[in-house]
């Protein structure tokens, strides 16, 4: 058993003082009084700061000087999940955004490998490139095309653990659609310019 105290702790929904938090393993047991606080197992005063859960990011290009898509290695993953673990992150997905083809292909492999090897690292986030180009924003236009179906099979193969794909509708067929969420892919509206009732 671990009892951390000395910092406020912010529970998901408020910051909450003179408080320690439990835990047991890898559980978090309870959430005490100070003064309340077991004697027993290790104690940590943490002197200050905040305690909170660590944050998730599921929409992560860049960090410590390095953007996914100028890397995409295990390595370039790496150095991003360090950097904004300092700020809080303890999982994150990679975001690779339109580029040319070889770049995607390249950071679908190591996203698959980095899950293994990086701490946090989920997956990957495919933004692009089956977007509309009237709403591209600052993705290239020149790589921005409609999913073909070896696009739709190189994402279902990737088998890249947690993997979100943002889409532009009308740049991919409703089949391909179907057949990535049926793989487990989490498929995300953006950069569209369909309607609410075409979307």
């Given at each position: 058993m671990k009892v951390f105290y000395g910092a406020r702790l912010f529970d998901g929904e408020e910051m909450r003082d003179d408080c320690a938090l439990v835990i047991d393993g890898e559980s978090i047991?309870?959430?005490v009084a100070l003064k309340d606080r077991p004697r027993g197992g290790e104690q940590v005063d943490l002197g200050g700061g905040v305690l909170s859960p660590?944050?998730?990011d599921w929409q992560i290009n860049g960090?410590?000087?390095?953007?996914?898509?100028a890397n995409p290695t295990v390595e370039g993953i790496a150095a991003i999940g360090a950097a904004h673990r300092r700020a809080g992150v303890t999982a994150f997905l990679p975001t690779v955004v339109t580029d040319a083809p070889r770049v995607l292909t390249q950071a679908l492999a190591a996203a698959r490998e980095a899950?293994?090897?990086i701490p946090g690292a989920l997956g990957v986030h495919v933004e692009g490139p089956f977007i509309d180009s009237k709403r591209k924003g600052v993705h290239p236009p020149e790589?921005?095309?409609?999913?073909?179906?070896e696009d739709a099979n190189?994402?279902?193969a990737a088998r890249a653990g947690v993997m979100v794909v943002t889409l532009a509708p009308a740049s991919v067929p409703l089949e391909f659609i179907g057949r990535l969420a049926?793989?487990?892919?989490?498929v995300s509206l953006g950069h569209?310019?369909?309607s609410a009732e075409e979307a």
């Open positions: 047991q309870a959430r660590g944050f998730i960090g410590g000087g390095v953007l996914f898509n899950r293994e090897r790589f921005i095309r409609a999913m073909k179906e190189a994402l279902i049926k793989a487990g892919i989490i569209s310019d369909a």
